[in-house]
């Protein structure tokens, strides 16, 4: 990067970049995939205010300088091709970018094709960034564990297993979608008394769920092959903003003995940007000491080296009204990355500790993450704790669980003394009645 790490692209000529391309500096670079302005799928970067058009890039040859497989692989429509070139690529690309895009650099900027490789990023529309072959849940804020155990169980509200190792799920990967998608009241069976029958009715206690994604990358591991933790801090490529929304009342009647089914397949989405983990390297922050009576994870799940990502992330709600009226989204409560038990480099090596194959645009979700505060829960479920405790929107109604209209939004931003902010940008959903 450029001693400055400003850019020559507006919207980041400063570090940190501007207005509303805070955390778009040329430190940041995320990648996605959009279309628009007459343009097929594609990848793209974002830089400040616009958007680079890598297909654009490579066809003219702006990325000459690159490997011919990593141009080829830039120039497909989405990423799994170019995650699957793993690390050593990843940061062959992202420093010739950052060299184009550095304000010394006038190679781009003066070229004839700049003008058309460069785009609002405004006026386009964003995509899934890959195609998402397996996605597994985990749950692994040690605040959200213990209260949502302590509802259920409140003298023992973590398992005896919680400890020893990042329990998850195998999500539904089909119904992964972009920020902006509609997000549709599902059905299911409900239990209205607690011994009384089921019946299907529309989900009466919709939620949604705060957490980090990791999109998986290098080489696929074979079948029986175990991915040491170590190894797996090189096999992620980047990380998103995740909604894991989620049906209380379906969940609570179908979630024994194996675990949410049809309570969190019904959608579950992710911001478009992915923030590479390259960029996020500066802020790591260590992972905390187990205090006494905490057991040592076992040796597969044991490094020295690491990490938790320091994210400052929000929830945002706006109902149907409030938007009518030009109200703000009202941020309902904050937590961060270092809030995580389990870091998502012990994720992927449990993941994989029985030989489970992870392939180039898998995606990982950390769990909803809680701080250990009251406004600090990532979830409605625990905020207004099962509803017994609702909260108050700007426009005077009160909310235990999501209602049609209502918009949840994430927001993120990697955030150090002295370095600059690095935005995750949004993710956002609008709850639609049932179909
Ligand atoms: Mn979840």
């Known amino acids: 990067m450029t001693a400055s790490g400003a850019s020559w692209v507006a919207g980041a000529r400063s570090a940190d970049g501007e207005g509303k391309s805070e955390g778009f500096g040329l430190a940041n670079l995320p990648m996605g995939a959009w279309s628009g302005e007459g343009r097929g799928a594609r990848l793209g970067v974002r830089i400040g205010d616009s958007i680079l058009d890598l297909h654009r890039c490579v066809e003219s040859g702006v990325l000459a300088r690159l490997d011919r497989r990593i141009q080829d692989a830039l120039a497909k429509s989405v990423l799994n091709d170019y995650l699957g070139l793993g690390h050593a690529a990843w940061a062959a690309a992202r420093a010739e970018l950052q060299r184009l895009l550095g304000e010394s650099c006038g190679e781009l900027r003066d070229a004839a094709i700049a003008k058309d490789a460069l785009l609002p990023a405004w006026g386009i529309t964003m995509r899934l960034p890959c195609d998402i072959g397996d996605y597994t849940d985990f749950y692994a804020s040690i605040h959200h564990a213990t209260n949502v155990g302590s509802m259920f169980r409140p003298t023992n509200p973590l398992m005896p297993n919680w400890k020893h190792l990042p329990v998850g799920y195998h999500g539904r990967a089909s119904t992964v979608v972009a920020s902006g998608a509609a997000v549709r009241r599902p059905m299911g069976q409900t239990v209205q008394a607690d011994d009384g029958p089921p019946s299907l009715t529309p989900c009466r206690l919709l939620d949604y769920e705060l957490e980090l994604g990791a999109i998986v990358g290098g080489q696929a591991n074979e079948i029986g092959q175990r991915v ?90 706006s109902s149907a009204p409030m938007r009518e009226r030009g109200v703000p989204a009202m941020v309902v409560s904050r937590s961060r990355g270092t809030d995580l038990w389990w870091s998502m480099n012990q994720m992927l090596a449990h993941h994989t500790v029985s030989g489970c194959r992870m392939r180039p645009g898998d995606l990982l979700g950390s769990g909803t993450i809680s701080g250990a505060g009251e406004d600090e829960r990532g979830c409605l479920l625990e905020l207004t704790w099962r509803g017994t405790k609702p909260i108050t929107l700007p426009d005077g109604t009160e909310r235990k669980f999501l209602q049609d209209g209502d918009e949840v939004i994430l927001r993120g931003f990697a955030v150090r003394d002295g370095l600059p902010k690095l935005s995750f940008g949004e993710c956002r959903g609008i709850v639609l009645p049932v179909a």
């Open 228 to 317: 040491g933790v170590v190894e797996a801090a090189q096999r992620i490529f980047g990380h998103v903003l995740l909604n894991d929304w989620s049906a209380r009342d379906l969940q609570k009647w179908e979630y024994q003995p194996l675990g949410p089914f049809t309570a969190k397949n019904f959608i579950t989405s992710i911001s478009p940007w992915v923030v590479m983990a390259e960029a996020l390297a500066p802020y790591r922050v260590p992972m905390p000491a187990r205090v006494e009576g905490d057991p040592q994870p076992l040796e597969y799940l044991r490094w020295d080296g690491d990490f938790l990502l320091d994210v400052r992330l929000e929830v945002a709600i």
